[in-house]
């Protein structure tokens, strides 16, 4: 049975920083692409982050670029998200995602999900 468990959210104030993680069990994670996807109330899911299966290779929404970070710790079956300067419009639920096939920032292409952890950032 394959989980991807995330953590981390909270409520914070903008320019704050948090740290999401999400462990993944039941999948041989080193042969996963993993990613992050968040959803507000009311809009569609969208990409915000990749890491291929080395953490070699990373990808950022526009939106984040320089301020958020993705890694990932293979011994740890484990994938963090650092979000530095937050803003009032990152306030979403943030989800991970586990993809066999590759690279690819395709919400609709992605094998298993995690339930999300809520992040609210206040103004």
């Known amino acids: 049975q394959v989980q991807l468990v995330e953590s981390g959210g909270g409520l914070v104030q903008a320019g704050s920083s948090l740290r999401l993680s999400c462990t993944a069990s039941?999948?041989?994670?080193?042969?996963?692409?993993m990613g992050w996807f968040r959803q507000a109330p009311g809009k569609e899911r969208e990409f915000v982050a990749l890491?291929?299966?080395?953490?070699?290779?990373?990808d950022f929404a526009n939106f984040v670029k320089g301020r958020f970070t993705i890694s990932r710790d293979n011994t740890k079956n484990t994938v963090y998200l650092q979000m530095n300067s937050l803003k009032p419009e990152d306030t979403s639920v943030y989800y991970c995602?586990?993809?066999?096939?590759?690279?690819?920032?395709?919400?609709?292409?992605?094998?298993?999900w995690g339930r999300g952890t809520q992040v609210t950032v206040s103004s």
């Open positions: 890491i291929g299966w080395s953490g070699t290779i990373t």
């Open positions: 995602a586990a993809r066999s096939a590759g690279l690819s920032a395709e919400k609709l292409t992605y094998d298993y």
């Open positions: 039941g999948i041989r994670f080193s042969d996963y692409v």
